[in-house]
């Protein structure tokens, strides 16, 4: 155990790197504003004087690296500025709407991994059957699907047409209290208070954003999946295990399954890229409550220091998300182990 | 008849439509007996023994043929009877047999699976069983290797694993199929007479498919001979060495490399072994090279002081099993790689002043050329023979490019109509010319061939070999032949150096060498390579 | 083997005919890639002839024909301002395609100069390239470009710098691997022996050989740079209305499909999809042209 703990913490260190590089193209990202930034922060009734008080106080007077190393000390004390809209602290906001965010990526990607994951194996143990055939024109059609243009289309079919989804705006309808906070998931914080009413009606906000993102991840997933598994059931070693009449669950599910798995995993992190990229997307078309849609917002009335915050918090949750994907692989596949 | 197959034909569905791979093909085996499977890539051996056990590759199927094996209709058996046959009452050994275990699970634990899926053993019993089967393949402490992965294990010591995973439930017919390729020689013979040791133990037959007549010869009690999916010829070696019936056969035969014979033997009709080119003067000279790789602690020692002499005129041979320094030392030669420390002279001139990050501009790029080890890979693949055959003439001479082209194609043997041909559509032997006559264009004076003939077949190895002593014989170009197997060197050598982790640990005149070696090395390298009956046909 | 040899004829024109004659081979073998190859064409065809064939001005507004359903008239409908949404579709190919050709071309000679120049020589070059392309690979990459449009402003031109930044890494990283594993080919090191520097190595021997990967990636990328650009102009960066451009369009429709009105969004949608699906079907034909082992 000692020698997982070990690795486990070496691949954190290994994070550090990406953290920094975070870093510092988000503080490239804040200097190239067009223009004086002084400027442009202090408005258009600005004066002389008021944009030389501005540019001191934002630090602009200094030189580049003492800027980067002011940028940094903010950064720690959780200091992302204040959003020039609302006012408010921007780290405030992003943790408020954080969970909303979470809520819906993670209930896509489970639903697309529970659905996808099947899907290729079965494809792929059938070759050339229906099904992977199916999965083949699913693959191809999935990843030609704007999100924004599923959502709408689920939209207008499920709300408008059908009347099954409620309308497409926000995480709860105002005949419901919102849960106490506790996840800041609502139907697990419903559930948790044993309302069970509740629960349901942010399910039914949450199953057609959630959908739209699911059918986005799901066509590299099940793409990814199938591959790795027609690689894993053509390589030597199911021929050995053939070979000495081991039985074909034994095979399938567990020779061939676990090493494609690691391919799969490898691809997670790509897949987490696009989805939180489509989250914005999607939060937009459903009114969601999240980050993504407070970025949107705030591009729209140029509250950079929102957005740019935006930028940040998504980057290091990705990472934080990449470095759990490396520590499940080192977990799972021996080969990496001994070179550390 | 304890295994018989009659009328065994299979096929491959493919783009173009179904393609037989195997037809007509009859053998049988009886009790205890070891029997050979002889032929050369593409000869449908291994298609046989896959179609028995069944675990063809997608599209193969099982055309007609019946094998009967111990009164059971193998060939009516659905793939779940077979299952319950495969593991139990056949078993099967694989080349490449590290890439023949399952990479992410303990070998321990890929033992246990077979032996838990017949049967063999309880829950609670498996890991003695496991090491148990491991113990009986030699592996020092089993205890310890047993929670081994596959990438930590030598290729020697997976395919012990391998043979301990097909032995663990006593099958009672063990299929080997090329388990030796891709090893070295010494690892070879060490697999080869466990395998004998243990099937001869336990009363076992055997199948062992080969290309390697050699191995076939020493290790067999029949052989079948195959040729394009079918069986072209079956004896007991002594009959079939001495008095081969099939044309094919003899080929093969007069083709191996062997003791006694001139490089003239191995071509039918057999020829006359070309004139030796006076020696000359020391032409090369490598003066106490040495080559390291990596730093600190993990410094690995390549080449360690080597030191030697190329005369003009002259063949030296620098043989040793991968991973003993020869190639690295080729290409240091080659000027494609620096030496650590060390020196190369050329005419008594310096090379290595010359970093070889700039040796393509030195004017003595022209006297060092190099033929490689697979042609194919060798050739550019977009780039026609003409192409690849003209691109030194026009960067290294002034030479007019399609004449010297045609003229060089003349030179190997390569008809001028396939010149504008891409590598895809060249055949071994004809890629090979490709390289050999891209090797000649700037007229070189020392030519290093690397392991030329390791990819073909020995059919085409024996027509490229006597090319090259045509060559030698006609240019007076001076060779510098690595390679693995002292009995090709031999036949293409004046003077044999013996190279072990990186040092020469022999040099002499090559009938000395090897009639009768001094280092221990050198012993059990000859020892190791199995090689036929010295006859003559 | 032997048949083979007797029926390739050496002539240059011949070889020509050959390729063709393995394409044709290829999609009558797939007629999937067939309607690939059509698709493909019909775009481009839409991008270069689109203003000869649209029946009114997309930037006309007619009070009175506001929100109508798609008619014989109007094909596709019209929009809340009365705009023909046809003629509006249309014309918006060419900057949609614009903007992602001109992403992907950048990124792409960008991207396969680092990549090669990382994957031949290795050492510092190497170091630096990985690191820039880790660095961008760090952050989630539509969310990246949101970034890198905000900060740069708000125009067309970033759009497609931002597009092609986040498309840097994919190439970078398939030339950089398909030069590496040919670095130390036999043919390579023949190349070397024949005189040849390293730089003419690079551009003649190796690059042209990891061509038909790129053109996969390319084929491939393309669809994605396509939704990536339309995506950032759905939130409302980089194209401004009234032009015509599909992201933006389905934005402004989107509002409208809860009251029913669906073709606003519908066609623009509609057009975005079948222009990916078809550079994604490409790029997976392309690939089976290329090499069949990896058909999926």
């Known amino acids: 155990m000692g020698q997982r703990t070990r690795l486990v913490l070496s691949r954190m260190l290994q994070a550090l790197p990406a953290l920094a590089g975070v870093v510092i193209v988000s503080f490239a990202l804040t200097r190239m504003l067009p223009g004086d930034p002084a400027v442009y922060f202090a408005g258009p009734a600005a004066t002389e004087q008021s944009i030389a008080q501005i540019r001191v106080a934002m630090g602009l007077d200094l030189s580049l690296p003492m800027q980067f190393l002011h940028y940094a000390r903010d950064l720690l004390m959780g200091d992302l500025g204040n959003s020039l809209s609302t006012g408010q602290p921007v780290l405030e906001e992003l943790a408020r709407r954080l969970p909303a965010s979470l809520e819906l990526t993670l209930t896509a990607l489970l639903l697309s991994c529970a659905i996808a994951l099947p899907l290729g194996v079965t494809a792929a143990v059938h070759q050339g059957s229906w099904i992977d055939h199916a999965c083949r024109a699913l693959v191809t059609a999935g990843v030609s699907l704007p999100t ?12 408008y047409l059908l009347g099954w989804a409620p309308a497409p705006l926000g995480r709860l309808d105002f005949v419901y209290l919102s849960p106490p906070d506790v996840t800041g998931f609502y139907v697990v914080d419903a559930l948790m208070a044993g309302d069970f009413e509740t629960a349901g009606g942010a399910m039914r906000q949450l199953i057609l954003p959630a959908s739209t993102l699911a059918l986005f991840t799901l066509a590299p997933i099940a793409r990814m999946a199938r591959a790795a598994m027609l690689e894993a059931l053509s390589s030597d070693y199911i021929r050995t295990a053939k070979a000495a009449g081991l039985s074909q669950r034994k095979i399938v599910y567990f020779y061939a399954f676990q090493n494609a798995m690691l391919p799969v995993i490898t691809t997670l992190g790509m897949v987490f890229s696009f989805t939180l990229g489509a989250n914005v997307l999607v939060e937009k078309v459903f009114s969601w409550p ?16 929102a957005v740019q915050g935006f930028v940040l918090a998504m980057a290091i949750l990705f990472v934080a998300l990449n470095l759990v994907i490396d520590i499940v692989y080192t977990l799972v596949d021996p080969r990496t182990r001994s070179t550390t | 008849m304890f295994l018989e197959v009659d009328h065994l034909a299979v096929s491959f569905a493919t783009r173009r439509g179904k393609v037989a791979a195997v037809r007509d093909v009859r053998f049988s085996l009886a009790k ?79 033992i246990e699976d077979v032996l838990r899926r017949h049967a063999r053993t309880s829950a609670s019993g498996a890991k003695s069983a496991a090491i148990e089967a491991m113990r009986a393949v030699h592996i020092n ?15 020697g010591m997976s395919q012990r694993i391998v043979i301990a995973l097909a032995l663990a439930c006593d099958p009672r017919l063990l299929i080997a199929d090329e388990p030796t390729t891709g090893l070295d020689v010494t690892t070879q013979k060490v697999v080869m007479d466990l395998i004998a040791e243990l099937t001869r133990s336990r009363g076992m037959s055997s199948i062992l498919i080969t290309h390697d007549l050699g191995l076939a010869a020493r290790y067999c009690d029949r052989i079948v001979v195959m040729k394009s999916g079918e069986v072209v010829e079956t004896g007991t070696p002594d009959g079939l060495f001495h008095a081969p019936a099939n044309a094919y056969t003899k080929r093969l035969i007069r083709a191996t490399p062997r003791g006694g014979i001139g490089i003239g033997d191995l071509v039918d009709p057999p020829r006359q072994a070309p004139q030796r080119p006076a020696i000359g003067a020391p032409l090369l000279q490598v003066r106490d090279l040495r080559k390291t790789f990596g730093k600190g602690v993990n410094t690995v020692t390549a080449v360690d002081a080597v030191s030697f002499d190329i005369h003009a005129g002259e063949s030296l041979g620098l043989v040793g099993e991968s991973g003993c320094g020869k190639s690295t030392t080729s290409s240091m030669i080659m000027r494609l790689a620096d030496p650590t420390s060390g020196e190369i002279l050329l005419d008594g001139r310096s090379l290595t ?29 977009r780039f026609t023979a003409r192409q690849s055959i003209a691109d030194p003439i026009r960067r290294l001479t002034r030479e007019n490019a399609d004449g010297r082209t045609e003229e060089l194609a003349g030179q190997v043997g390569l008809p001028v109509e396939l010149l504008d041909r891409f590598p895809h559509q060249l055949s071994g032997g004809q890629n090979a010319r490709v390289g050999i006559a891209r090797a000649l264009a700037s007229r070189p004076r020392l030519l290093i061939l690397d392991e030329p003939t390791a990819a073909l077949d020995v059919s085409i190895q024996a027509i490229v070999l006597n090319l090259l002593a045509d060559l030698r014989a006609d240019l007076g170009i001076t060779y510098l032949f690595v390679s693995h197997d ?38 059990t390298l000859l020892d190791a390579v199995p090689s036929l009956p010295n006859l003559k046909i | 083997m032997a048949d083979r040899q007797s029926v390739a004829p050496p002539i240059a024109p011949a070889r020509t005919r050959r390729l063709l004659g393995h394409a044709v081979y290829v999609i009558g073998d797939n007629p999937i890639t067939a309607i690939a190859f059509a698709l493909f064409a019909l775009i481009i065809g839409v991008a270069v002839f689109g203003p000869l064939l649209i029946p009114f001005d997309p930037l006309e507004t007619n009070a009175s024909r506001a929100l109508m359903p798609p008619s014989l008239d109007n094909w596709f409908g019209t929009d809340n301002l009365g705009r023909d949404l046809f003629s509006r579709v249309i014309i918006a190919t060419r900057l949609d395609l614009m903007i992602s050709v001109a992403a992907v071309a950048l990124a792409f000679v960008v991207g396969a100069a680092m990549g090669s120049a990382a994957g031949y020589w290795g050492g510092w070059i190497d170091i630096v390239t990985g690191r820039l392309i880790d660095t961008i690979m760090a952050f989630p990459l539509f969310v990246l470009a949101m970034g890198i449009v905000a900060a740069l402003g708000n125009t067309v031109e970033n ?23 040919r670095r130390d080919s036999g043919f390579v090191q023949a190349a070397r022996l024949s005189g040849n520097s390293d730089l003419r190595i690079l551009a003649l021997h190796i690059f042209p050989n990891t061509l038909p990967p ?4 390319i084929s491939l990328n393309m669809g994605w740079a396509i939704l990536n650009a339309a995506g950032l102009s759905f939130i409302g960066l980089g194209v401004r209305p009234p032009t015509p451009e599909w992201g933006i369009m389905v934005a402004e429709g989107a509002n409208f499909v809860v009251s029913g009105e669906w073709w606003l969004a519908f066609f623009p949608g509609l057009a975005l999809m079948i222009t990916v699906f078809a550079f994604n079907l490409l790029g997976d034909g392309l690939r089976d042209i290329v090499d069949p082992r990896q058909r999926t």
């Open chain 3, 214 to 217: 790129m053109m996969v990636q």
């Open chain 3, 159 to 181: 759009i497609i710098y931002a597009t092609a930044i986040i498309n840097l890494p994919f190439y970078a990283r398939v030339a950089r691997a398909e030069v590496r594993i």
């Open chain 2, 141 to 155: 402490q089993p205890e310890k290797r047993y929670h081994s992965y596959p990438f930590e294990l030598s290729g």
């Open chain 2, 486 to 523: 002292l009995h090709v060197v031999r036949l293409l050598c004046d003077r044999i150096l013996v190279m072990k982790k990186g040092r020469i640990v022999e040099e002499g005149d090559a009938q000395r060498v090897m009639s009768n070696p001094t280092h221990e090395y050198t012993r």
């Open chain 2, 32 to 110: 205890g007996e070891t029997l050979g499977i002889v032929g050369e890539s593409g000869s449908g051996k291994s298609v046989s023994a896959y179609a028995i056990m069944q675990i063809l590759d997608r599209g193969g199927q099982l055309e007609s043929g019946r094998i009967q094996f111990d009164g059971m209709e193998l060939n009516r058996y659905t793939n779940r009877e077979m299952r319950d046959i495969r593991g139990r009452e056949i078993s099967m050994v694989f080349q490449n047999p590290r890439a023949a275990l399952n990479p992410i699970r303990k070998v321990g634990h890929q």
């Open chain 1, 290 to 305: 999240g980050i993504g849609s407070y970025a949107v917002e705030a591009l729209v009335v140029s509250d950079y220091a």
């Open chain 2, 353 to 381: 002043d010359t970093p070889a990050s700039r040796f393509a501009r030195d004017p003595r790029r022209t006297s060092l050329q190099m033929v490689f080890q697979d042609a194919l890979a060798s050739l550019n693949p």
């Open chain 1, 148 to 159: 924004f243009f599923t959502g709408i289309a689920l939209i207008y079919v499920f709300y």
